[in-house]
């Protein structure tokens, strides 16, 4: 059993910059690939950006492209989230999740942490 703890959300200006990061109980965290997704108020949860196991491969939403870098230290069992450039409409609950999954974007992920809010305000 891997359990995922988030932090770092907040309040922040539009234009500001967040680092989320994402730790795990279990040193098996390595050989996951590791995703962030978020939901905000009233809409569907949605993928945000992914990194394989070693991190030699990223994909991130269209949306955040140019403005979040997914990273990790697996010596730390830890994965960033560094947000720039913040937009009010990346206000969500952001989630991270672990596991093998077929597709980046769609999982299916086998953990997930409890969630970090991110409020950018205009």
């Known amino acids: 059993q891997v359990q995922l703890v988030e932090a770092g959300g907040g309040l922040v200006q539009a234009g500001g910059s967040l680092r989320l990061s994402c730790t795990a109980s279990a040193r098996t965290f390595r050989w996951y690939t590791v995703g962030w997704f978020r939901q905000a108020p009233g809409k569907e949860r949605e993928f945000v950006s992914a990194?394989?196991?070693?991190?030699?491969?990223?994909n991130c939403a269209e949306s955040v492209n140019g403005r979040f870098t997914i990273s990790r230290d697996n010596a730390n069992n830890a994965v960033y989230l560094q947000m720039s450039n913040l937009k009010p409409e990346d206000t969500a609950v952001y989630y991270c999740a672990a596991g093998r999954p077929t597709d980046y974007s769609t999982g299916p992920y086998n953990y997930w942490g409890q969630g970090t809010q991110v409020t950018v305000s205009s």
């Open positions: 990194i394989s196991w070693g991190g030699g491969s990223t």
